[in-house]
Every structure is written in structure tokens, then in C-alpha cells.
């Protein structure tokens, strides 16, 4: 049996496992009972593919999506690996090269469908094919009350007991319950070997807003991330349309997508997803767990999602290659109604109403949050954290009061107004307002009227909103959505329990500002490699993160290499693919280095050139300390040129010329100084 780290490098081209990929995959080679729980874009493929190399046999892989069979089974092969699909996708050649290498015994990996192990056949196949493990993709579908149930996982339990065979599960959305189903139907109740591996994606920053022309409030976030792939999620069909368009209309190419489409018309904006570089689409839920695609840099939710579960899993398509990723969530009180009425009109049992409500209750609090949004949704999972740094409320801290009192005005105008009626008409009589409506129900007598004129209309419906957000209030659906207050709210009405929320909700935030993936004299390298990367994946009809992922093209764009040596050592570049990619990509690193930068360009012809390169020539050799493994380090290119044309003598000299700070001066100082003098 091939040992698995030298598989990791050889295959997949990466140099060290990913933090808690290693036991898993230790505990799949054992031939264990595996369930594993990692966030997306944490490595679970590899957890299974990997140990499918090392063993004898083939691993079958249960998947719900044919698109994310068919990007794997691409992927592998790309790689040098023999796997194939059986999907009602295929075309009939395709059906027989997988037949055909399943007999030579050439095929490693088999991915199926859940419903194929309906078919007749489908077990003496996995039997005449020397089938030696199960892995299961996304196995919380098998939840009967999960979001993606697929009735057809259910039969997998049955196919591990027949077969005889290990089964490796794999999901990132399952908290206690799910997982406690998934132990059930997968292992016949029998305790797997469970690795809980976190839910922290902290390459993902989380934002939230409060709606404000929500249009614009997507179109401002899209602009300022203007060619970058990004997905905009909506609670309706009609409002995918109308966003696509508008966004097409601010010159972004953007596409709508929902379960009420023509299957060929969502097929197509499958492809052109994975395909485009820069694609933005605007759709339903109905969209995304089946698009495997590492690049994508950005969601934002125009509507509140149904839960902090699907909030979860929709903002963790973004970033999956681990560099930068944007997220933005819009809400508002119509939001809330929406959400609690649904859960209040589904036919679903009335605990399980119950259980979905307080899973929105998360949500909304995570929404409503006043300190470190991921410490609150990281807690959710049942995770510790410390402040993040990477959300908008690390970024710039709420503004918080007492509301106490505020709530308590609140909740007496509710009770006094016997639970009948929303909160427009409520803040009208706190504010004193005399409508009509008012007078008529004579609430302009009422002890509550004009109680709250220290606060505007909108503060008022900020307090609402952070009200229902806390489940203090809930819309009653046989009231017509008039607001009724839970038990959760008498500690606060009684004065047992104090309340404290957020003055800033309310308030506009500044146009939003999209985070570089690389430093100012690397953009454009990798520009150039962007685009050798989509010329590539044209010519072979592949996703261009097929080719490579943007996290490689960072790093080549970072170290430059120089030969197909220095190209081995990248990140992502196994041999297969440096046979294939290597010469092409290393020929615009080695072109592209000689394009001078402005600042090199203004010491052209002049002494002070030479010096500039030598100094360009240290710091690369020093960008990740002596010894090679630093943290990456660098100076802008116009730092460089002030240095040169300085000539610094002291280390204090060559500070303010180049504002190097302390951690750069430590590590260039002396090297610069040594180039420096010998000039």
C-alpha cells in the first residue's frame, strides 16, 4: 500500500495535510467507521480520495448532485487519477468507458447517485467490482427534517450492511440532532469513529446589514467586487430575475437561476458558473450544493436565509480555495414575518415548529448581534472562539444602549392593545401619533400613547425588529402577522431582566470595499496568470479551477518560481499537472517578471536602477525569512525605489525611507544595508 503523505504530494501536489485531514484519513485506511464533520472547504473530498489511492479495490462515493460528481470525477483525472460517474447525465459513450475501466480494473473512484442503488443491478455491480469502501458526500441528507433531504440515502445503510464494507461519512452541516440521525440510518446505530473538526471558515469575512434600498445595497457590494465570481442568494423566484437584470444593467455579466426553470436552462447556468470567471448569479437555494467551485469570492443574501444551518452552508461556497472571501446577509422586519410564517404554516409536527423557530432565533440573533458575529455563530455549533477580527462588528464595534425601558414601553403597547395589531400601528401610538386608525380604536386614550417621543419612527422600528430578532415578539399568523409577546419577553416586563441593543442598525453603511487577493506588485502577474489559466480551460472545456485554483495562482504570483523545480513546490502542483501546466505557466511568470513596474521605470537609465534590482533580487530571497518556511514578507515596489535612490547608511535611515516597520526591518535590515553599501 502507497503511503498517503507521499500520495498527497505526488497526486494532489500539496506538501503537508490540512489541520485535521490526517486522522481521518488514517481512520478510512484502518477500514473504520468513519462520520466526519469539517467545514466546506476544509478538505473532506480528500479525506476519501485519498485512501481510495492507497487501497485495494474501488470506493464507491454516494453523491446527491450530478454537477458535483462530474466537477470531482474532472478534477481527479486532471490530477491522474482513474474515476468515473454513473449519472443519469452521462452520455452512452461515457456509461461504456466507465464499464469498460471498471472491468480492466483500472477505476479507483465510482461516484453514484443515491437513487441508483434503487436500480436493479446496482448491488451485483458493487459486488463484481470488488468494492472495499463507501464514502458518502453531504450525509446530512439523510435527516428527514433537514433542508436537503434525499430519500434515497436511506437505502445506504442497507448497501453498507450488504457489501460488508466500511462507510466513511462526510458533511459539513449536522449539529447535534442531524448527526445523531446520520449514526442511525448510515451505521445502524453503531458509534462511528467521529472527528468533529470545527466550523471556523476565517477566510470568510461576515457581514450583516439591515435593508435599505436593498437593491442598491447589492448593486454597491457587486460593484465593488466588479469581476469577481459571486452568488446572490433570494427568497423568491421572481427576485432572481429582477436583481440579474439589474446587476446586468450596472455591466456586470449575471444570470438568474430556480427550481422553476427549464432543466436545460439551469444546466446551462451550471456550466457557465463553473466556466466564466467573474459570472455572478442571483438565485434560490435551489442553487449552489452541487457547484464545486474553489474561486467563488463572494455571497451575499438579498432576503434573511430560513436558518443559521442554511446560512451556514450557503456563505460556505465562498472561499473553499482558503483565500479571501465576502459575505453579505440583508434583513429586515418583513424578513422575520416572512420566515416565522413559514414555519408556522408548514404541515410539520408542532415540535418541530418549535425546533425551527428556535433554529431561526439563532440566526436572528447572530443577525442582531452586538459583539464578535463569528464568537456567536461558532457558539451555535458549540464552538469557543476569540473575537475574530474578519466580521463588520470586529471591524467597527456597535453602538449599544440600555433599551430596558424602551421595551418595556413596547410591550405594554402590545398588551394594552390586546396583541392585534403590527408594529407601524404600535409606534404610532408611542410616538403620539393621532392617526385616524388610532383615534378610531381610541388607543390615543391609552396610558402608552405618547410614552415614546424621545425616539424617531425609525429608531422605534429598529427596537421592534431587534425585539423579534430576540423572539420577544413574534407575528401571529392567525392574527394577520399583528405581534404577540412570548414568554420570553415577562422577565423583561416585569423588570426582572434588563435589555441592551444596538443604535447603529439602523445606519448606512459605506460603500463596501472588496479585499485584494494579493499585494499591489503582484495584481498584475496575476492578472496574466488568470488569464493563461482561462485560455487553458477554454481549449480543454474544463472550469478554469479545474486547471488550478486561484489559492495556487496566489502563491505562484507570490514566489515567482523559476524553474519547473521552484513550480514543484507550489501548493496545488502535483506531477501530472506540471507536466501538463508547468512549462506554460512558468514561461508568463519568467515573461511577466520583465514587464517593469512604474516605480522601477522611473530609475531607468539612471545609477540607482542596479541598486533597485539588487535590492528586488534580496527581498525575494528573503521573503519567507533564511530559513524558508516565514511568514511571507514584502515591500511594495515604490519602498524599493525610495530605498535605492536614498542609499541608506543605519538601520534607522532605512526605515524612513522605505517605512519598512519592525517586522520588515528585522527581516531585510541588514541584508539591505549589505546591498546598500557594497552599491
Known sequence: MQHPRALLASVFGYGAFRAGQEEIVEAVLAGRDTLAIMPTGGGKSLCFQLPALCREGVTVVISPLIALMRDQVRSLREAGVEAGALTSGNTDEETEEVFRALDQGRLKLLYMAPERLAATGTMALLRRIGTRLIAVDEAHCVSQWGHDFRPDYLRIGALKHELGVPLAAFTATAD????????ARLFDGQAPATFLRGFDRPNIHLAFAVKDSPRRQILDFAGARKGQSGIVYCATRSKTGILAQALREAGHSACAYHGGMDPEERRQVEVRFQQEDGLIVCATIAFGMGIDKPDIRWVAHADLPKSIESYYQEIGRAGRDGAPAETLTLYGPDD????????????????????????????????????????????????????????????????????????????????????????????????????????????????????????????????????MGRDLLRPDPERFGALRMTETARPVLSGAESVTLRRDTMQVAARPVAKALVAEEDALLLSALKAKRRALAEAARVPAYVIFPDRTLIEMAERRPQTL???????????????????????????????????????????????????????????????????????????LRRIAEARPSTLSDLDRAGDLGPARLERFGEAFLAVCRGA
Not at 447535534?176 to 449514526?183: G, L, S
Not at 464552538?383 to 430596558?404: H, I, Q
Not at 514543484?568 to 501538463?580: D, F, M, N, T, W
Open 565 to 639: 523545480d521552484d513550480m514543484a513546490r507550489i501548493s496545488g502542483v502535483g506531477a501530472k499537472k506540471l507536466e501538463s501546466y508547468g512549462g506554460a505557466f512558468l514561461a508568463v511568470i519568467t515573461g511577466a517578471a520583465q514587464v517593469l513596474h512604474p516605480a522601477r521605470q522611473r530609475l531607468a537609465g539612471k545609477p540607482e536602477a542596479a541598486l533597485f534590482d539588487q535590492l528586488a533580487e534580496a527581498q525575494l530571497r528573503l521573503m519567507r525569512g533564511e530559513d524558508g518556511i516565514g511568514k511571507p514578507m514584502s515591500l511594495s515596489q515604490t519602498s
Open 336 to 467: 422575520i414575518r416572512l420566515r416565522r410564517a413559514q414555519i408556522d404554516e408548514s404541515p410539520a409536527p408542532l415540535e418541530r415548529k418549535e425546533a425551527d423557530h428556535a433554529r431561526l432565533n439563532a440566526l436572528l440573533g447572530l443577525a442582531e448581534a452586538t459583539g464578535c458575529r463569528r464568537q456567536v455563530l461558532l457558539g451555535y455549533f458549540g464552538e469557543d472562539s476569540a473575537p475574530c477580527g474578519n466580521c463588520d462588528l470586529c471591524d467597527r464595534p456597535a453602538l449599544l444602549f440600555d433599551a430596558t425601558e424602551a421595551v418595556r414601553k413596547a410591550l405594554s403597547a402590545v398588551l394594552r392593545t390586546g396583541e392585534w395589531f403590527g408594529a407601524g400601528h404600535l409606534i404610532d401610538i408611542l410616538t403620539g401619533n393621532a392617526t385616524a386608525k388610532v383615534r378610531e380604536k381610541g388607543h390615543d386614550r391609552l396610558p402608552t400613547f405618547g410614552v415614546g417621543r424621545e425616539m424617531t419612527r425609525s429608531g422605534w422600528g429598529a427596537v421592534f425588529r431587534q425585539m
Open 176 to 183: 447535534e440532532e442531524t448527526r445523531a440521525e446520520i449514526v
